[in-house]
């Protein structure tokens, strides 16, 4: 039994600007992969999974810091295909041996590894950037290859007084074969 196909579906969503959720939506465009050095789950286009507000959200905030005109989001129908599942102990479980030759091999190369920074949340994650894409790569070289990556983040302030519950936590999905978005649109 093949433990990473997922033979099910999400609904994920994409902020973006609104010439992109057009040219998505209306024209057929592919959304692109993003390749980010702090892209917390590797190489792929982003998606929250069932979270259209924290998708419009991002969206906005891309928007203060001058990065888009108008924000959008865009939906989409995602088969999670073959999927390096962060909310599985057995792909996080991968990980730890996975860094140790990844540090063996940065050492002997003279290379470094990142630390993941920004704050009790880490929003830049440069470190785990790294892992992951290392690991898929090693993992694909070895005839198994991810179609998707997905994983909890722990976003934002706390609820309130005490709490482990932050205010942004959400599930995203990278998708690395685009061929797993089944197909997008517009959400009401």
Same mark, same amino acid.
């Given at each position: 039994?093949?433990?990473?196909?997922?033979?099910?579906? @999400? #609904?994920?969503?994409?902020?973006?600007?609104? !010439?992109?959720?057009?040219?998505?939506?209306?024209?057929?465009?592919?959304?692109?992969?993003?390749?980010?050095?702090?892209?917390?789950?590797?190489?792929?286009?982003?998606?929250?999974?069932?979270?259209?507000?924290?998708? %419009?959200?991002? &969206?906005?905030? !891309?928007?203060?810091?001058?990065?888009? $005109?108008?924000?959008?989001?865009?939906?989409?129908?995602?088969?999670? *295909? =073959?999927?390096?599942?962060?909310?599985?102990?057995?792909?996080?479980? =991968?990980? *730890?041996?996975?860094? !140790?030759?990844?540090?063996?091999?940065?050492?002997?190369? +003279?290379?470094? #590894?990142?630390?993941?920074?920004? +704050?009790?949340?880490?929003?830049?994650?440069?470190?785990?950037?790294?892992?992951?894409?290392?690991?898929?790569?090693?993992?694909?070289?070895?005839?198994? $290859?991810?179609?998707? @990556?997905?994983?909890? %983040?722990? $976003?934002? &302030?706390?609820?309130?007084?005490?709490?482990?519950?932050?205010?942004?936590?959400?599930?995203?999905?990278?998708?690395? $074969?685009?061929?797993?978005?089944?197909?997008?649109?517009?959400?009401?």
């Amino acid at each position: 039994m093949n433990l990473s196909a997922y033979q099910r579906h @999400v #609904i994920g969503f994409h902020g973006c600007d609104a !010439k992109v959720a057009s040219e998505v939506i209306e024209k057929g465009i592919s959304l692109r992969p993003s390749e980010e050095t702090f892209d917390w789950l590797g190489s792929g286009i982003y998606f929250w999974e069932h979270g259209p507000d924290r998708a %419009f959200e991002w &969206a906005k905030e !891309k928007q203060s810091r001058g990065e888009i $005109e108008n924000p959008a989001v865009v939906g989409a129908l995602i088969q999670l *295909g =073959i999927c390096f599942d962060l909310l599985d102990t057995h792909y996080t479980r =991968i990980l *730890g041996p996975a860094f !140790k030759e990844l540090e063996t091999v940065m050492e002997e190369t +003279g290379g470094v #590894i990142p630390e993941n920074r920004g +704050g009790d949340d880490l929003l830049r994650r440069e470190r785990d950037c790294m892992v992951l894409n290392w690991t898929l790569e090693r993992l694909k070289r070895n005839g198994q $290859e991810f179609h998707t @990556v997905r994983g909890m %983040f722990p $976003e934002g &302030a706390k609820a309130f007084e005490g709490s482990g519950i932050r205010l942004k936590s959400h599930i995203q999905v990278a998708v690395r $074969e685009p061929s797993c978005i089944i197909g997008y649109f517009r959400p009401t």
